[in-house]
């Protein structure tokens, strides 16, 4: 389900005030913490969303730390097969990367988020250099396209969007008419490169 449609329900179920404390729970969300048995740290955000269809998540332990890579997992917010081969694609300051998984099959999560709602994340998983990781942090446009098995791709903008674009992304939804530079001020809040950038301040913040 697309943000701005997301602020709408919020909106109407409980009103503006705790529509930013709920929309925290739901995109973008890091954890950190040590391990007991050999004391590594571990960084994570998750709930990384691109135009609501592409799905992240970012780890780092202090062995892919000190190696300079991360673990990507990526895929989609439906119950669908990823692709094989070069199956993800990343667009970041108009360099283009694709990426082969290590995975052969598909994995399946389910995300679950406030007021029981749940959805699938269909997912392989991809060893990034932190250097890539950073660049897609702060490129000025920022796109992802996931391959899927049946030969069809899905793709989605990572970085903000301007009112224009936003109404171009979505044409067609009936709610659009109603869409306002405030509302996608706040929608541009939870894109997923603000997820890329949170997990670049827990990587410079982390004691490792």
Known sequence: MNRILI???IFTLQGCVSINETMDEMYNI??????????????????????????FELYQDSQKHKNGIVLLKAGINEVANIG???????????NIYSFKSNN????????????????P?????????EKLIR??????????????LNNSYIEGTCS???????????????YLSSITQADIDR??????????????????????
Request: hydrophobic share 35%.
């Open 84 to 94: 094989d081969g070069n199956s993800l694609h990343i667009k970041a300051n108009n």
């Open 187 to 208: 929608a541009n809040k939870y894109t997923a490169q603000i997820g890329f950038q949170k997990f670049i301040k827990l990587i410079e913040s982390t004691e490792w």
């Open 30 to 55: 890091s954890s950190q913490g040590q391990s007991k048995f050999d004391n590594s740290k571990y960084i994570r955000v998750e709930k990384i969303f691109c135009s609501n269809r592409i799905v």
């Open 7 to 9: 602020f709408f329900i």
């Open 104 to 119: 052969i099959m598909t994995e399946y999560d389910t995300h679950i988020y406030p007021y029981g709602v749940t959805q």
């Open 135 to 148: 660049e897609m942090a702060f490129s000025k446009l920022f796109l992802a396209k996931v391959n899927l």
């Open 160 to 174: 903000p969007l301007t009112l224009s674009e936003y109404k171009e992304e979505y044409k067609g939804q009936s």
């Open 121 to 129: 994340f269909s997912h392989k998983s991809y060893i990034i250099s």
